[in-house]
């Protein structure tokens, strides 16, 4: 099945900085997706970028893709120590229905 | 809204035993997934309902594994028997549509299940 890849695996920045996480995928999409997860928690929609798109904004969160190299960004921008959590891509399925995910980002912001 | 709602949040179990996990899924959603969370194989899809009916079951692991959706506020997921590498968290998710790729997913807090 084709499923993100997100890098690095892990991530610690204090509170303030950027954090940036990548996402790969294998084949070609329409949409990419990405979701935060909390500890303990079920995953939480962030945000979709679609293959026409480059860039999407909200709030403090920016969104790239790049579909010649399938490969996405997730940058949060002055990030604070409620964003510690884990992050996913998640893409559509080369057949079938659901989405893919990939195994996350574990961000950790410290005060 | 009261979003996905998943019974129980903890399930410690023995071997062997029946384990049945329940879902809410959001009103007017019309598909629903159950997916399983584990640090080594991370989210994978278990089964996919539209409109209650079973269309993709192709994550399901084995026989001991069954899915139902009687209706469309209400989805069940039983391990029977179960066995300790059922071990993991179980999240039920709902959207609406027809399975759209371009659907948002809305996912329950999930149920954490420990078969000893």
């Known amino acids: 099945s084709q499923q993100g890849e997100e890098d690095p695996q892990a991530l610690s920045i204090q509170e303030g900085e950027n954090a940036t996480m990548n996402c790969s995928y294998k084949?070609?999409?329409?949409?990419l997706q990405w979701y935060r997860q909390n500890s303990g928690r079920g995953l939480v929609h962030l945000i979709l970028?679609?293959?026409?798109?480059r860039e999407k904004h909200s709030g403090r969160l920016r969104v790239t893709l790049d579909t010649s190299k399938k490969s996405s960004s997730l940058l949060i921008t002055a990030s604070r120590a409620a964003d510690t959590a884990s992050y996913f891509c998640?893409?559509?399925?080369?057949?079938?229905?659901?989405?893919?995910f990939g195994k996350g980002t574990s961000l950790l912001v410290t005060p | 809204d009261a979003g996905v709602i998943q019974s129980p949040r903890h399930e410690v179990t023995e071997m062997g035993q029946e384990v049945t996990l329940r879902c809410k899924p959001i009103?007017?959603?019309?598909?629903l997934f159950w997916y399983r969370q584990t640090m080594m194989r991370g989210l994978e899809l278990l089964i996919y309902?539209?409109?209650?009916?079973?269309?993709?079951d192709s994550g399901m692991p084995e026989d001991r594994f069954s899915a139902k959706m009687p209706n469309a506020s209400f989805s069940t997921l039983k391990i029977q028997p179960s066995e300790p590498r059922d071990s993991a968290v179980y999240f039920c998710?709902?959207?609406?549509?027809?399975?759209?790729?371009?659907?948002?997913?809305?996912f329950g807090s999930g149920t954490q299940l420990s078969v000893l």
């Open positions: 084949t070609s999409i329409n949409n």
């Open positions: 009103s007017g959603h019309n598909s």
């Open positions: 309902f539209n409109n209650n009916v079973p269309i993709d």
């Open positions: 970028i679609r293959s026409n798109e």
């Open positions: 998640a893409t559509p399925p080369g057949s079938g229905y659901a989405l893919n």
């Open positions: 998710a709902s959207t609406r549509g027809s399975g759209n790729q371009n659907e948002k997913l809305f």
